[in-house]
């Protein structure tokens, strides 16, 4: 099966949730037009990362949430991102899945990025990612830190997901390790990775500013590049899913864990 998917590494603005929730409209109507399946978007895109999170803040962010998923749903597409989520004291970074697969908030973010201090502004998911399944295939959301975890990622070889999906916030001066990483998750299980980042300046940690790359990637299942944008524009590329299973055909890496007595809860 051949499906359009697309990213949109823009420009998302600390606290601005109204300015980041049009960009994303435009975006769904554009995949809309365009036929796409599957929409990526970065990491806490309704609001950016902020010192702390107001009642009022998190309403908007979740008022923006809706708005998106009713537009997707109008054009029969999925848009996987990120954005403040939980009712606790503090938010979780919480991945969200909408539009044409539901309105669902499958995993939050568990391996938080101490250099920043995010622990100090949301709270730690504890709980492994999860497949989502859905009529283009089984989607795994990941958040930005977590794709330096093999440790996280390897759930995607386990629970048997076609995509992985990563939303990140990764600066410039690590936008090769975004890039290795992402194609290292692609072939080590055996899927396609869909990484998108941002683009413009902002601080994550409320002080130093940071630039950002303005990149998306797309990485088949040998982990090449399959598609990718540099300049914060909508990448839009198609893939073929069932290329997946052919090269788990090829290299049979789950079954030769199986045979080798590591796989999980494996009697």
């Known amino acids: ?9 823009f420009d998302v603005r600390p606290a601005q949730v109204e300015t980041n929730l049009q960009q994303v409209l435009n975006a769904v109507g554009d995949c809309g037009k365009a036929g796409v399946k599957l929409l990526v978007l970065p990491e806490k895109w309704t609001t ?19 708005k998106v998923h009713q537009a997707a749903v109008a054009v029969d597409l999925i848009v996987v991102g990120s954005a403040p989520g939980g009712d ?4 979780a970074n919480a991945a969200h899945v909408i539009g044409a697969a539901g309105n669902l908030r499958p995993y939050a973010k568990r ?31 990941i958040i930005c830190y977590d794709l330096r975890f093999p440790e996280i990622c390897r759930e995607a070889l386990y629970q048997q997901a076609d995509i992985l999906v990563c939303c990140a916030q990764w600066p410039t001066p690590r936008a090769h ?13 055996q899927l396609f990775t869909i990484s998108c980042n941002r683009s413009g300046e902002a601080a994550l940690d409320g002080k130093r500013p940071m630039h950002f790359p303005e990149s ?9 590049i399959h598609a990718r944008c540099d300049d914060g524009s909508l990448l839009i590329t198609e893939i ?16 030769d864990l199986r045979k080798a007595g590591l796989w999980p809860n494996q009697d």
């Open 1 to 9: 099966m051949t499906i359009k998917v697309a990213a949109f590494p």
């Open 48 to 66: 950016s990362f902020l010192a702390e999170y107001s009642a009022e803040i998190r309403a908007e962010s979740e008022d923006a949430l809706l």
């Open 88 to 91: 606790g004291d503090k938010p």
């Open 111 to 141: 391996m938080l990025f101490s250099p920043t201090g995010e622990g100090r502004q949301v709270e730690r998911g504890m709980s492994q990612p999860v497949i989502v399944e859905t009529a283009i295939g089984r989607i795994m959301p």
């Open 177 to 189: 390790a975004f890039e290795l990483l992402s194609c290292a998750r692609a072939v080590e299980n």
């Open 216 to 224: 998306a990637l797309v990485a088949d299942p040998l982990g090449k």
């Open 240 to 255: 073929d899913i069932e290329s997946a299973e052919k090269v788990r055909t090829q290299v049979p890496i789950s079954r």
